[in-house]
């Protein structure tokens, strides 16, 4: 067993590894897009407070994100299917990253509806940008082992948001709960788009790692357009 899984990984090194840093890439921004949805619902009881929300009026407030996130899945893999994955990428992160850095500014109950509706559209696009991703950097037999890392992802933002928020807000107030995490997402834009070509385009991905990638690739099979990922939301 040893000596196999020693000429397995001898045999993943002379290939190249340079698709799992893609991967890592597509695990940080779905870990930063479940933080930022998930903030709303640690900063309930304190929003509540200062706004005069009702329990029926911080269900609309949801329910509006979660109807952005429907209009914008719809829409966002053939949109970023026309203007490629790296750009597509990019433009769904500042979207829903701008968004969120406006729920700082939000004055009142009804700015925070036009918040969550922004976010949800820019949201929409991580899994059809991330599938497209997965399509031009993995063969057909390594496509559900890296859907799975990146997917993971949604559980971990969802882990880390109530173990931070709450110190950001005892220390800092609500508002720079949105400032610090809507950081992240320009963090995260400034090595996806240092790092991000497709394979046959980019200068570190080796010749033989290509030919593996394209050995068994069927692009047809893993459409943005009808790929059944979904993940749950929980706005609470």
């Known amino acids: 067993m040893r000596n196999a899984d020693g000429i397995e990984a001898a045999a993943d090194l002379r290939i190249g590894r340079y698709r799992w840093l893609i991967c890592a890439l597509l695990f940080a921004a ?4 479940y933080v930022d949805r998930q903030i709303i619902g640690v900063l309930k009881p304190t929003l509540q407070i200062e706004f ?14 979660q109807a952005a996130y429907a209009v914008g899945y719809l829409a966002s893999g053939r949109i970023i299917d026309k203007i490629g994955a790296r750009l597509g990428y990019a433009a769904v992160v500042v979207v829903w990253t701008a968004a969120h850095i406006a729920h700082a500014f939000v004055g009142s109950a009804n700015g925070f509806i036009a918040a969550r509706f922004a976010l949800g559209l820019g949201e929409s696009g991580n899994f059809p940008a991330a599938i497209k991703t997965v399509t031009e950097w993995f063969p057909n037999k390594e496509r559900a082992l890296a859907t799975g890392i990146f997917n993971s992802g949604t559980s971990i933002g969802a882990i880390l948001a109530p173990l931070f928020i709450p110190w950001i807000l005892n220390h800092l107030g609500w508002r720079w709960s949105f400032f610090i995490t809507g950081a992240l997402g320009f ?5 996806w788009l240092i790092f991000y070509r497709r394979p046959e385009e980019h200068k570190y991905c080796s010749p033989s790692e290509l030919a593996y990638i394209q050995k068994d690739s069927s692009p047809s099979l893993f459409s943005t357009q009808y790929f059944p990922l979904s993940s749950t939301y929980s706005g609470t």
């Open 30 to 33: 779905t870990s930063i897009n």
């Open 52 to 65: 005069g929300w009702s329990e029926s009026y911080f269900g609309d407030v949801v329910f509006w994100f």
């Open 187 to 191: 963090v995260w834009l400034v090595p």
